[in-house]
């Protein structure tokens, strides 16, 4: 699979007209949106006025904490065999989003108290949240073979827990 071909999947993925089981259970490819995942959380570090060191090990942690979650959920479950597609999906879309982001926060950085484009960035980003949780749910139903709105919950309280428990590991880094 060339890496157009994976960017385009994630894109129809984070779109709703795909499906992780749809992309190959790949090492590799796993290792790839990684990557891309850890050097967008510096991205959106950088950009959001945080040291890039922060972004590094906070987009580490989040993947480690996903991935462990995601792997003891699916044994539970008794579907660990759906872990690499899943946890790869979930990393890739999370990164698309994330990338796109960077729109709204680069608005945000350029705009005065007194502009509209704050609040426009805003919405953007709140619009971001709103997709991003969307997407994850997408990933879930699939993995977990949940109705979307089980999936909505699911990837909710991850978020809220990510954020705690992340949060709190990397709090003196800032």
Do not use: N
């Not at 960035?121 to 073979?145: C, D, K, P, Q, Y």
Request: charged share 10%; glycine share 10%; hydrophobic share 65%.
């Amino acid at each position: 699979m060339s890496v157009l071909a994976i960017l385009h999947f994630f894109i129809d993925l984070c779109l709703l007209r795909r499906a992780p089981q749809d992309l190959p259970a790949s090492s590799v490819i796993f290792a790839l949106v990684v990557v891309a995942g850890t050097l967008g959380s510096m991205l959106l570090a950088l950009s959001a006025g945080e040291k890039a060191l922060v972004g590094f090990l906070q987009g580490l942690l989040d993947i480690a904490f996903m991935a462990a979650l995601l792997h003891v959920i699916l044994r539970l479950v008794d579907k660990p065999a759906r872990f690499l597609q899943t946890a790869t999906a979930l990393i890739g879309a999370d990164t698309l989003i994330g990338l796109v982001a960077l729109l709204p926060l680069s608005l945000a950085a350029g705009a005065d108290e007194t502009s509209g484009l704050l609040v426009l960035a805003g919405f953007l980003f709140m619009g971001l949240v709103v997709w991003g949780v969307l997407a994850s749910a997408h990933i879930l139903r699939h993995a977990f073979e949940i109705p979307l709105m089980q999936g909505v919950f699911l990837a909710i309280a991850y978020d809220v827990l990510a954020f705690f428990v992340i949060g709190g590991l990397t709090q003196g880094l800032s």
